[in-house]
């Protein structure tokens, strides 16, 4: 009887961890975002704001003078933000095709390391949240590594 508990135990293959992964990756990005809209909608209402920041900076850079150096530097770092979130989107709406699963489940084998070591982190993502700065350090740089593993998903 307890071989059928233990049985019963299942297992995330690679595809549900790193699913997870960018799943909390997400939901970080989208936190000050309100909770009652969509999650797909939270991603568009992101996105334009970031399009519209660099629209904003682009417009008011000018190398003549610190503050339009600033926009210069804001608008590459929003340029970059926004690349990076369209880059995780894109990537997890193919983990929402549950047709695609095993596919990407024996693609992502070979990375089964990394990402279950990210997935690691990410559950003991308490260690690393006792501020905002050494928070957002820590989810840029699951960023950084999962865009990396996953890179080569197309």
């Known amino acids: 009887m307890l071989r059928l508990f233990k049985e019963a135990e299942k297992t995330m293959d690679t595809y549900e961890r790193a699913g997870f992964i960018l799943k ?24 334009e704001e970031y399009r519209t920041l660099q629209n904003e900076h682009r ?57 279950t070591s990210l997935y ?6 308490e260690l690393y949240s006792y501020c905002d700065h050494v928070q957002h350090q820590f989810w840029e740089a699951v960023s950084e590594d999962i865009l990396n593993t996953i890179a080569h998903l197309d």
């Open 24 to 47: 909390s990756l997400l939901t970080y990005e989208l936190k000050d975002l309100p909770v009652r809209y969509e999650f797909w909608y939270r991603v568009a209402l992101r996105l």
């Open 120 to 125: 690691e982190h990410i559950h003991n993502k």
């Open 59 to 115: 417009a008011k850079i000018s190398m003549y003078s610190a503050v339009g150096r600033f926009h210069q530097l804001q608008y590459e770092a929003t340029k970059q933000r926004y690349a990076k979130l369209e880059r995780l989107t894109d990537i997890y709406k193919v983990f929402c095709i549950e047709e695609e699963r095993d596919n990407l489940n024996h693609r992502l084998s070979f990375y089964k390391e990394n990402i």
